[in-house]
Structures are given as structure tokens and as C-alpha cells.
């Protein structure tokens, strides 16, 4: 089964869904474990670093947004990591990804429309089509 589980994640509904997911998943195996990687996204990130009022109160935030997403892996007693990476999403998860060679990268979709993802660009659309490794896209 997989061992090395990558969840890309970002707070959200969708991502707390793929930590369902990827729990599961790692539960079939006794020796998986997951690595939740947070990208800090530059352009969103830096009004964030501008209201922080430190470098451990803006790491604070970032956690706090992980949160929910630690809780259902807890629920499923689910092993995992936090990896927070700072860049640009897409191609910060697919250079970890391949560099850290996981078995597996889960990660949620926001449910764009066909109109929508070719003006917006998805994460999960560029991830998939840029990974030789299996991608689980979550609803």
C-alpha cells in the first residue's frame, strides 16, 4: 500500500476532506505516515507577514488554519508531519513532491468549473498533470 503520503492542504473544506481521505488510506498500512504540506502563497501571504507581530505569531496563524485538519487525522490515529513551504502553491507542492518521492499526493479541488479553471487556473488540475506519482483528487 502507500507509505509516504503526501496532503496538500490549505485550511479549507476541500483539504479537510482530502485528510479524510488520505487517513484512510494510511490506516490500510502500519507503516505510513503523512506529511501535510501548507504552502504559504507569496502573493496571499504578504498582508499576513505585514499584521504579524513576529515570526512565531505568523507560524502560529499558519498552524491554526492546519487545525481542523490535524483533528481528523487524530480522529483516524492517523500519523503524520507538517511540512509549511513558502512559494508559489502548484509548483512548490510538485517540486516537494517529486523531490521527496512520495507514494501517493492527495489533495482537494475547489470544484471550479470548465470556464472557471481555464481563467483561474486550479492547483490540483497543474499538480496532477505535473506528478508521475498517483494523485487523489478529493470532492
Do not use: W
Not at 500519523?79 to 501517493?104: M, R
Not at 499526493?105 to 483561474?120: K, P, T, Y
Amino acid at each position: 500500500m502507500y507509505q509516504k503520503i503526501m496532503l496538500a492542504a490549505d485550511g479549507s473544506d476541500n483539504s479537510t476532506r482530502a485528510a479524510r481521505e488520505a487517513a484512510r488510506l494510511a490506516n490500510c498500512s502500519d507503516d505510513s505516515i503523512i506529511t501535510i504540506v501548507f504552502v504559504a502563497d507569496f502573493d496571499k501571504a504578504k498582508e499576513s507577514v505585514l499584521h504579524a507581530e513576529s515570526k512565531d505569531s505568523l507560524e502560529l496563524t499558519r498552524r491554526k488554519q492546519l487545525k481542523p485538519i490535524e483533528m481528523v487525522l487524530r480522529e483516524y490515529d492517523a500519523p503524520y508531519q507538517v511540512q509549511i513551504l513558502h512559494g508559489e502553491p502548484a509548483p512548490v507542492l510538485i517540486n516537494y513532491a517529486h523531490t521527496e518521492s512520495f507514494d501517493l499526493v492527495v489533495i482537494g479541488s475547489r470544484g471550479l468549473n470548465s470556464f472557471q479553471e481555464m481563467i483561474l487556473g486550479s492547483v490540483s488540475h497543474k499538480v496532477m498533470k505535473r506528478l508521475s506519482c498517483p494523485v487523489l483528487l478529493v470532492k
